[in-house]
């Protein structure tokens, strides 16, 4: 067996190129516009937080290429910093885009964002090839992002003053049983899913009601969810932009994001941290409601860099290692196996139930910072096996393996990130339940 990069890597850089999209924008004022796509199916539109996968992945494998969607993703930036879920650059428009696009402000892109990882891109662009001219250009409207994040979606009298999410779909796990309670869903009914899409227009409608205006949308107290995964990536930017600040000698910059990424960090360790069930959840409203399912997103405060130890060992050891939770054949499930809502199988509804790449991507770079070495390449070799055996599949059945929903879909070719950075070893002996070492593997 060759190893693992030299015969994925050239598959990874097939689809990212197959997917590319470029051209001009009657959209965007004739402007050019270059970018890659999911899935060239069902998500041809520019998405946030997939492109910044992208970007990470293409730091390896075609630089150019990750500057170029870079420019792209920001072109449509607001002014006070606001950056959209999906951008329309092309007018073909799928039944899903025809149905929820009218609710927006503009015909050109959404007026949700998603979870901020464009921090986390803009490192991998630079670490690459210390670009310092580049970094210079981009981290202004970069850190604008995260400020406007930080400014605007917060509430100061809030118990609880984390960053709110006022759509599903703004973290990015769309149909999460953790959102059920939030928007009233009766799962002891059978049709879940049209409860899911009413459930997703009646969130459009009451934001298009307030005329997307901040304010309004925090007093109708309707779906505000002060989620984990949108939280702890935030912070996360934030500490990456205080070391890129570091790097152009910017000390003011990088005292503030690392001022603000340790404020929040607090919050959320104190507030979400649920000593009992030792697991972390997020809360809803301004009366702070909590859904105690058990997804994978409980997991993801394992990022956090300030996370204490003894909570890092509850999580890993008593959940993400645990099997009747989340340690499948092929974790990491979204959501734990033994909770009624978990599903492995494909349906219209997203995140009941799956492995994803991308929340893998983030667990193993949580269990490598907290000296989880062995796990993190335990986690990272079953993930690779993923890869192998059922290609770049959107999402995966975690117990058999079998790949789900898109072919070909873009970011879950951050196994070569895994790889090239996260590990940077070669991957070749696998390890038994006490974690040594106890196997090579011919050519791995
Ligand atoms: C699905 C995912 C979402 C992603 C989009 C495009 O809706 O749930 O996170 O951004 O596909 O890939």
């Known amino acids: 067996m060759t190893n693992f990069v030299d015969e994925n890597e050239e ?48 730091s390896h494998l075609n630089i150019k290429s990750a500057k170029r969607e ?66 210079e250009k ?15 979606r917060r509430d100061g009298k809030d118990e609880i003053p984390l960053l709110n999410i006022i759509h599903t779909w703004e973290s990015g796990i769309d149909n999460s049983p953790i959102y059920d309670k939030a928007l009233e869903i009766d799962v002891s009914q059978e049709n879940l899913e049209s409860q899911w899409i009413k459930a997703e227009i009646k969130q459009l409608e009451v934001l298009k009601s307030c005329n997307w205006n901040i ?68 809360n809803y409203s301004k009366y702070n409601r909590i859904n105690k399912v058990k997804t994978s997103l409980s997991l993801i405060p ?64 949580g269990l490598q910072k907290h000296g989880f070495e062995n796990i993190a390449l335990q986690l990272a070799q079953k993930t690779f096996e993923l890869v192998q055996k059922s290609g770049f599949s959107e999402y995966y059945n975690p117990q058999t393996g079998e790949g789900m929903g898109a072919n070909n879909y873009s970011w879950s070719t951050l196994v070569i990130d895994i790889q090239k950075r996260l590990l940077n070893v070669n991957l070749d002996f696998i390890f038994d339940k006490e974690w040594t070492r106890i196997k090579r593997l011919p050519g791995f």
């Open 215 to 282: 304010k309004e949308i925090f007093k109708t107290d309707f779906f505000l969810y002060k989620d984990l995964l949108f939280n702890c990536v935030f912070i996360e930017g934030y500490r990456i932009l205080a070391r890129l600040y570091k790097e152009l000698n910017n000390a003011e910059g990088s005292k503030i994001c690392n001022k603000r990424a340790d404020e929040l960090e607090e919050i959320l360790i104190e507030k979400c941290w649920d000593n009992k069930r030792g697991l972390f959840f997020g």
């Open 70 to 135: 870079l420019e792209t993703l920001l072109k449509p930036q607001e002014e006070n910093g606001f950056l959209s879920h999906i951008h329309y650059w092309k007018s073909n428009l799928n039944q899903v885009d025809k149905l929820f696009r009218p609710y927006y402000k503009f015909s050109s892109k959404s007026s949700l964002t998603q979870t901020p990882v464009l921090a986390h891109a803009l490192n991998s662009i630079y670490r690459k090839e210390k670009d310092v001219k580049f970094l």
């Open 138 to 152: 981009k981290i202004k409207p970069v850190r604008n992002f995260y400020d406007y994040l930080y400014e605007h």
């Open 11 to 58: 598959e990874a850089s097939l689809v990212l190129q197959k997917n590319i999209q470029q051209g001009n924008s009657s959209y965007f004022d004739n402007s050019n516009y270059f970018y890659i796509a999911p899935s060239i199916k069902k998500y041809p539109h520019q998405w946030l937080w997939d492109s910044c996968f992208h970007m990470i992945v293409n």
């Open 302 to 365: 394992l990022i956090l860099t300030n996370l204490p130890q003894d909570i890092a060992s509850i999580l890993v050891f008593d959940h993400l290692l645990n099997e009747d939770e989340f340690w499948t054949e092929y974790p990491v499930p979204s959501v734990a196996l033994d909770e009624k809502a978990f599903s492995a199988k494909e349906s219209g509804l997203l995140w009941r139930g799956p492995t994803w790449i991308n929340i893998n991507w983030f667990i193993i770079n």
